[in-house]
C-alpha cells in the first residue's frame, strides 16, 4: 500500500500551562497541506524502515508499527520505505505524518478494522502531533495534542514554506516561555472566525507563541512584505510559511524568494492528512 502523508502547519499555537508531568497543554489550529511524504507499507516477518534508501532502526513509523502490533495483539511485521519530500527537523510534523500513514495502513493490510479512535490511541503513543495526522485537514488540537475537535473546510489558499535555519531544541525553548508572563494568545479569535464562516479574517490573525523566543532571522518580515493574507512560524520551527489567496499569488511570492536565495514550497491548504494512492 502506498500513501501520501501530508505536512501540517500551525495556523495558531497558544502554549496555556504546564502539566504536572512536565509538559505543556496547547491550544493551537493545524492544517494540512499539500507538501508529502510518499510511504510504501507491505507485510513482513520483522519490522524494517528504509528511508530515502537507507535503512534506519528507530524513527516514528518505526515507533508507529511497534505499538499497532502491541495494541492489536497481532504477530507480524511489516516492510516500511519513505520517500521524504517534507524537510526534516522544520516543524511540519513530516515524522509524525510518516507514522500515522503506516497506522493507518497497517489496519487496512493486517483488515483490524480499528475505530478512529483507536488509531488516536496509538498515534499519541507515537507522538503529540501523529494524532492529528491521522485524519488532517483543518482542526483545532488542545492538550498535548490528544483533544482534536475538526473544524470547517479552510479550502482554496495556498501556503509558500520557508525553512530557513536550524532546528532549535523544542524543550529550551518552552523553558524561555515559562520565564515570560504576558504571552500573546491567537487561538480562540481564530476559531471565532473561522467558525463564522471569515477564512481571511482568521488567517489574518495567524501567530505562535513560540514566536516569541525563536529567532527567525528575519524570514517572517520577508514573507509579510510579500504581502500575504497571513504569515507565522509552524511548530517550534524553524519553518516559517505565509498564506495567499490563490495558487497565482502563492507562486509569484514564491519566485521572489527563490531570486532572494530562499528555496520555498509552494502547496494548497488539502482537507486530509493522507491519501492513498495504491
Known amino acids: 500500500m502506498v500513501i501520501r502523508a501530508y505536512a501540517k502547519i500551525n495556523l495558531t499555537l497558544d502554549i496555556?500551562?504546564?502539566?504536572?508531568?512536565?509538559?505543556?497543554?496547547?491550544?493551537?489550529?493545524f492544517q494540512?497541506?499539500?507538501?508529502?511524504?510518499?510511504?510504501?507499507?507491505?507485510?513482513?516477518d520483522k519490522i524494517l524502515v528504509v528511508c530515502d534508501g537507507v535503512e534506519e532502526e528507530k524513527n516514528t513509523a518505526f515507533a508507529a508499527a511497534h505499538?499497532?502490533?502491541?495494541?492489536?495483539?497481532?504477530?507480524?511485521?511489516?516492510?516500511?520505505?519513505i520517500e521524504k519530500r517534507i524537510p526534516m527537523l522544520s516543524g511540519l510534523g513530516g515524522g509524525s505524518a510518516d507514522a500515522a500513514a503506516v497506522i493507518i495502513a497497517l489496519d487496512r493490510i493486517y483488515k483490524t478494522n480499528l475505530k478512529k479512535q483507536e488509531l488516536v490511541t496509538i498515534a499519541l503513543?507515537?507522538?503529540?502531533?501523529?494524532?492529528?495526522?491521522?485524519?488532517?485537514?483543518?482542526?483545532?488540537?488542545?492538550?498535548?495534542?490528544?483533544?482534536?475537535?475538526?473544524?470547517?473546510?479552510?479550502?482554496?489558499?495556498w501556503?509558500?514554506?520557508v525553512k530557513h535555519g536550524?532546528?532549535?531544541?523544542?524543550?529550551?525553548?518552552?523553558?524561555?516561555?515559562?520565564?515570560?508572563?504576558d504571552i500573546k494568545l491567537y487561538t480562540e479569535e481564530f476559531v471565532k472566525h473561522a467558525l463564522n464562516g471569515e477564512k481571511e479574517m482568521a488567517i489574518s490573525g495567524v501567530g505562535n507563541a513560540f514566536s516569541a523566543v525563536f529567532d527567525d532571522d528575519g524570514v517572517l518580515k520577508i514573507l509579510s512584505e510579500l504581502k500575504p493574507i497571513g504569515?507565522?512560524?509552524?511548530?517550534?520551527?524553524?519553518?516559517?510559511?505565509?498564506?495567499?489567496?490563490?495558487?497565482?499569488?502563492?507562486?509569484?511570492?514564491?519566485?521572489?524568494l527563490t531570486d532572494s536565495g530562499f528555496s520555498p514550497y509552494t502547496v494548497p491548504f488539502v482537507n486530509s492528512g493522507n491519501a492513498v494512492i495504491e
Open 32 to 44: 494540512s497541506v499539500g507538501l508529502f511524504d510518499t510511504v510504501k507499507v507491505e507485510k513482513s
Open 231 to 256: 504569515a507565522a512560524l509552524s511548530g517550534s520551527g524553524p519553518a516559517c510559511f505565509a498564506v495567499f489567496r490563490c495558487e497565482m499569488e502563492a507562486k509569484a511570492a514564491a519566485q521572489k
Open 166 to 181: 536550524e532546528k532549535k531544541s523544542t524543550a529550551d525553548m518552552y523553558k524561555k516561555i515559562d520565564n515570560i508572563t
Open 67 to 81: 505499538e499497532f502490533f502491541g495494541f492489536t495483539g497481532i504477530s507480524g511485521g511489516a516492510k516500511i520505505e
Open 16 to 29: 496555556v500551562g504546564k502539566r504536572e508531568d512536565g509538559y505543556h497543554n496547547i491550544d493551537s489550529v
Open 125 to 157: 503513543s507515537c507522538g503529540a502531533d501523529v494524532p492529528f495526522c491521522i485524519s488532517g485537514g483543518t482542526a483545532r488540537v488542545s492538550g498535548i495534542g490528544e483533544k482534536i475537535t475538526e473544524m470547517p473546510e479552510i479550502s482554496g489558499l
Open 159 to 161: 501556503a509558500v514554506i
